[in-house]
C-alpha cells in the first residue's frame, strides 16, 4: 500500500508541475530512458508525439506551452504492483489548453487514459512508460477523429 | 486498507469499462442482483433509470451509448468498511455524452454524486447498490430540473 | 496510511458538503482558528477572501451561495505527514457555479490547487489552512487576469 501511494503521488506531481510549467521537476517524474507516446494530443498532424527520452519529451512540450496556460487532471488510478521494484497504472485524464494570442489553435480539451509503468531505482519510482489513448479531442472545440 | 483500495479500483473499472462500452466487463464490476437507480440521468422522462439486476442495467445502457461517445470521471471517495465482507461509499462524478448524429439529444453534461453499497464474495468486492443522484445536468446545453 | 486515508475523506467531505450546502457540516471539517485564503474566487474585487477563523469563512460563503448551484471537484492529493498530528496537502481542484437569476455575475469556471495544513485534535483530524491558488478563472465566460 505504501508503494501504491507513492506511486500515485508520482502521477500527482506529473500532473501539478507540468500545469507549472516546472520543466526541470517535470523530468525528474520519469526515468532517463522513459518511453513516451502522446501522440493522440498531436495538435499538428500524425508522426508526432512519440520520444524515448524524458529530455526529447520535456524539451518538446516547453516549447510547445510556452506562453500556455493548461488544466490537466488526473482520475480514478488503477496501480498494480508487477514486481518488487515494478508496477503499472491507468489514470483516466482530463486536459484544456490556451494558447497565447496568434497560435494557429487557441484552445484544445480532451480526455482518455494513461497507461502507464513504473520502476524503482535507487529508491525512488518513476514513469518508464506513459502511452496517453484518448476518447475525445476538441480543438478550438471542433471534435478531431 | 487494502479493501479500501480493491473498492477504490472496483468503481475505477467502472468509469473506465462504460467509457470503453466492454459491456460484459461492466456487468461484472456489479453483483448479479446489484439494485441501480440512476433516473436522475434519464434522457427521456421520469419512470426509467431503476433496475433489479446488472443484466437489465447493462442491457439497457448498452443500447442508449450506441454510437456514442462518453466520459465518465470519478472524484473524492468516501469508503467506509461496514463489516467484514460489506462497506458503503460516496463518489463525486462528472459524465459528458455525445449521442451520435440524429438523436434526439445531441450532448448530455452532468455531475452528481454516487451512493453506493459493495460486498464481497468468494474474495471479490463488487458494486451491490449503486444510486446516482445530480446537482446539475444539462441536455444539448439547456438545464435539467 | 491510515492517516492519509482519513485525511482524503477529510477533503472529499469539504467537496460535498460545500456543494450540499450543508454549513454546520462544512464548518466542521475546519479547525476554529482555520486560516482560509480564497482571495483568487473573490467575484467581487481584491481585498476579499481572507478569513481567520472557520465561522466567518462559512458565514460569507454561505451568503455567497445562496441560491446557486455549486460543483467543486478535488484531484490528485499530494498528502505528507509532517509529524504525529499534523500534515500538509495539495490538491488540484476545478469548480463551476451557477448564480442565481439577476445577479451580477451569473457563471464561474475555475481551476487551481488547494495548498492545505491539517491538524489531528482529539483523535479527529482537520483542515488548519486552505490557500487556493488558481491557475484558470473565468467568470461569465470570460478568463480574469
Given at each position: 500500500?505504501?508503494?501504491?501511494?507513492?506511486i500515485r503521488k508520482?502521477k500527482?506531481?506529473?500532473?501539478r508541475?507540468?500545469?507549472h510549467q516546472?520543466?526541470?521537476?517535470l523530468?525528474?517524474v520519469?526515468a532517463?530512458?522513459?518511453?513516451?507516446d502522446?501522440?493522440?494530443?498531436t495538435?499538428?498532424?500524425?508522426?508526432?508525439?512519440v520520444?524515448?527520452s524524458r529530455?526529447s519529451?520535456v524539451?518538446?512540450?516547453?516549447?510547445?506551452?510556452h506562453g500556455a496556460v493548461?488544466v490537466?487532471?488526473?482520475?480514478?488510478e488503477?496501480?498494480?504492483?508487477t514486481?518488487?521494484?515494478?508496477a503499472s497504472?491507468?489514470?483516466?485524464?482530463?486536459?484544456r489548453i490556451w494558447?497565447?494570442e496568434?497560435?494557429p489553435v487557441r484552445?484544445l480539451?480532451?480526455?482518455?487514459?494513461y497507461?502507464?509503468e513504473?520502476?524503482r531505482v535507487?529508491?525512488?519510482?518513476?514513469?518508464?512508460?506513459?502511452?496517453?489513448r484518448?476518447?475525445?479531442?476538441?480543438?478550438?472545440?471542433n471534435?478531431i477523429?
Amino acid at each position: 500500500m505504501a508503494d501504491i501511494e507513492e506511486i500515485r503521488k508520482l502521477k500527482a506531481r506529473y500532473f501539478r508541475l507540468l500545469d507549472h510549467q516546472d520543466w526541470q521537476g517535470l523530468s525528474d517524474v520519469f526515468a532517463p530512458d522513459a518511453r513516451i507516446d502522446v501522440s493522440s494530443s498531436t495538435v499538428s498532424g500524425s508522426g508526432r508525439g512519440v520520444y524515448s527520452s524524458r529530455d526529447s519529451f520535456v524539451d518538446t512540450v516547453s516549447k510547445l506551452l510556452h506562453g500556455a496556460v493548461t488544466v490537466h487532471h488526473g482520475h480514478t488510478e488503477e496501480i498494480e504492483l508487477t514486481g518488487a521494484d515494478s508496477a503499472s497504472g491507468v489514470w483516466a485524464m482530463e486536459d484544456r489548453i490556451w494558447f497565447p494570442e496568434g497560435s494557429p489553435v487557441r484552445t484544445l480539451w480532451g480526455a482518455g487514459w494513461y497507461e502507464e509503468e513504473y520502476e524503482r531505482v535507487d529508491g525512488r519510482w518513476r514513469i518508464k512508460r506513459m502511452v496517453l489513448r484518448r476518447q475525445r479531442l476538441e480543438l478550438d472545440g471542433n471534435p478531431i477523429d
